[in-house]
């Protein structure tokens, strides 16, 4: 049968023995057992059924009160069995019976953890590949060779019988198995319910044998490396790293996505400016005068850009800075700044510094 075929379920049934683990038998029950119909979730027909028809102890100490004995099987078309301590034993022979009959009227049988001890000891499973807890697979194999047994597997779904990996595994193939039945927005929606992933394969590894780095809340990298570790198998870039633990690319060390430094043209330098990338002229100690363009009323920098592009201009055509008999609207003697630059700008650039008076000598008795 087809494992992505779909699958009817409106009746749920959990057959419980003595030593079932509250934990499996806990994920059944959030799966198939709440009432959604607020969020117009589907409602299943859900009960817990013992072998004899009693009072069930489980492995935390407790005991549960079950009102159902096995019959409760014959109108389910789903039938949830859970891991325990009573897998160690074979299952009663009225159970093995009632999963045979339900298997027949084509009910699908689910198997949660070492819940596959059970199913398999039905012969529902043999020439079929089957998965359990992967401390478990071993003596899995050996006491049921006629399985194919695959160890790494997070679940197992061969059309009318599946099985999960241990504990958390069994939420991954009830969630499977709603997809099945109801398509992937009403799955989406119990896992959002449930506050776990809508969805991961069942060729998914059970484990990372590799220990995960434990990580501050503020180590931005490290967070970043452990959502990546999770999707080696994805093309990941920069961008998707950022998004992950919620930063810009540029924050993350190494990053091609922070711009370079704009180079400086010569002569530029930025001890003792206000930002990176200023030009400061060598000329004349200013006077105590306001330090903005007489046009804007803003403060004026001489930036490296223009110091860059007079020099290109120098290069190209051979022509010095202009001097101090310059026209109105160009610079004064010892200035960088390109021709047609506004006069008030090129002076208020000029009063933003005040040089050494060796470097004024200097650049004065060169004319530029």
Known sequence: MDSTAALPITNVAV??????APFELGVACELFGLDRSAQELPVYDFALCAVDHRAVRTTGGFVIQVEHGLDRLDGADLVVLV?????QRPPAPALVSALRAA???GAHIMAICRGAFVLA????LDGRAATTHWRWTDEFAHRFPAVEV????LYVDTGSVSTSAGTAAGIDLGLHLIRRAHGSSVATEVARRMVVPAHR???QAQYIVRPVPC???DDVVGRAQEWAQERLGEPLTVDDWARSVHVAPRTLPGSSATPPAP???AGCSTSGSPGPGNCWRRARPPSRTSRTSSASGHPTRCNGTFAGNWARRRAITGRRSPTSGAEPGQARSGSLTPIGWPASAANACAKTSRPRASTVSRHSASGG
């Open 201 to 203: 394969s069942g060729d």
């Open 103 to 105: 298997h027949e009227r």
């Open 15 to 20: 057959p419980l023995d003595d030593g079932v």
């Open 83 to 87: 891991a325990g301590s009573w897998v």
């Open 150 to 153: 695959r160890p790494g597997a």
């Open 121 to 124: 000891a039905t012969g529902l």
């Open 263 to 265: 180079p400086r043209a």
């Open 215 to 217: 990580t501050s809340a």
